[in-house]
């Protein structure tokens, strides 16, 4: 526990914030910092392959200690924390022995993470609590999983005698700002399964996402001037809040929905009255449902064109990514031994989906099936984020776990 959080406060002060739209890669230079770091101490456990590329990655290796072909797995957790809020400055603090209640943080008082917002608080009096000063992130998400990675590949590392395969370490950049998979290569991974270690709290394995994608629509119509336009304009203005008013908005909503269902999220519009785009998420865990949203959008075009015959609009649909259990289910192991991974730590596996994308749906498409696992965090991307330092640790148990068992099969 002791070299769990020292790992974690460690990780934590650097700032690794992540930048929108930055030009280089990875967005920030805290993260290459943070990865040298990373992979000298991954050295120094032993881990000889240990290398940053030239992207930021750092990827190494912990030896199979069975005489076996064991399958390679991976455990891939990212560098870089959310620009919502600062990640400049760190300065955790350790809540030892928690007795319950509301939690003030000292560098702002009007920041207190309250039970009544944290159920999950009431589940861990007397258990050691790490939160910010108020005034930052904490970077839990994802430095828990990054501690948790390394702690258990000390743990390897120091005892032999505990049968696994090869288990291949990936630290990514930039996840924070969509880019997290841009240059990790599948092939120098070369693992038959991946854990993105990324998830809230304990004992969740995320192995559903949405699918998406996003509907860019186009509205042209005839600009002329005011003064003349009688008989001759078309205000594109007009109709994109003709076509925005013929969306659903009483149901498959984000307004409107929750667990499994889908929506249509129109999130930005920008133009005149030559022209306006919407632009327009499609989302649904079931994959081709995705097309029938597409379907209704190119349907309320086509009855506004028919209204206004002078007007055009165009209805371009690109593919996001896609629910990680299409392909997982290629790979039924992965979310199996998970499961079985955490029974054997002790812990009752729950099987969650996530409304959005991970990671981990990213690699999965692209061949490497990669669910997400609980690492303990909480509060994600904001001054009230906290982690708690049992639950980290029980993550790593299940890591250990998680190598035992695949080292079982072949
Ligand atoms: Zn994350």
């Known amino acids: 526990m002791k070299t769990l959080l020292d790992r974690f406060s460690r990780y934590v002060r650097i700032d690794t914030t992540a930048v929108e739209n930055a030009g280089t890669y990875p967005s920030s230079p805290g993260q ?54 600062t990640g400049r400055n760190v300065k955790p603090i350790v809540h ?13 008082p ?12 009431a589940n861990l009096k007397g258990k050691t609590l790490v939160t910010t000063d ?26 032999p005698e505990v049968p696994h395969g090869p288990i291949r370490i990936c630290f990514t950049c930039d996840e924070e700002v969509g880019h997290g998979v841009d240059h990790v290569d599948l092939q120098k ?30 509205i042209r119509g005839i600009n002329i001037h005011p003064a003349i336009a009688k008989g001759r304009m078309v205000n594109a203005v007009r109709l994109a809040g003709l076509f925005l008013d013929r969306l659903p ?43 029938e949203r597409a379907e209704l959008l190119r ?10 015959p002078q007007a055009s609009i165009d209805v371009n649909i690109t593919p996001q990514y896609r629910n990680m259990a299409d392909e997982l289910a290629r790979e039924p192991r992965a979310l199996a031994f998970a499961q079985e991974a955490m029974r054997r730590a002790g812990v ?24 997400n696992l609980s690492t303990g965090e909480h509060n994600l991307h904001s001054p009230l984020e906290w982690t708690c330092v049992e639950e980290m640790a029980t993550a790593v148990r299940v890591l250990v776990e998680l190598a035992r068992v695949w080292g079982e099969t072949s």
């Open 348 to 371: 009752e596996p729950k099987l969650t989906i996530v409304r959005g994308g991970t990671d981990g749906s990213r690699l999965t498409e692209l061949g490497l099936p990669t669910p």
């Open 189 to 218: 991974i070369g693992a038959v399964a991946g854990y993105t270690l990324d998830g809230g709290g304990v004992g969740e394995i995320d192995g559903e996402t949405f699918s998406a994608d996003l509907a860019v629509v186009t």
């Open 110 to 121: 009007s920041k207190v993470i309250r039970v009544g917002d944290n159920p999950e608080l």
């Open 299 to 308: 349907t309320i075009a086509a009855t506004i064109t028919a209204e206004y």
């Open 32 to 85: 290459l910092e943070l990865g040298r770091m990373l992979a000298e101490e991954l050295r120094g456990l032993g881990l000889r392959d240990a290398v940053q590329d030239e992207h930021g990655i750092v990827l190494a290796t912990i030896p199979a200690t069975v005489a076996h072909a064991a399958p390679t797995i991976a455990w891939i957790a990212h560098v870089d924390t959310s620009p919502e809020t």
């Open 249 to 291: 908005r009483l149901a498959q909503s984000p307004e409107t929905t929750a667990e499994r269902e889908g929506f249509l999220h129109p999130y930005r519009i920008e133009g005149g009255v030559a022209e306006v785009t919407l632009r327009i998420l499609l989302r649904d865990f079931n994959t081709p449902r995705l097309a």
């Open 134 to 159: 108020g005034t930052t992130l904490l970077g839990a998400d994802d430095k828990a999983g990054i501690a948790v990675i390394m702690e258990a590949a000390a743990q390897l590392m120091a005892r």
């Open 96 to 108: 030892e022995n928690y007795q319950g209640g509301d939690i003030v943080l000292p560098g702002d």
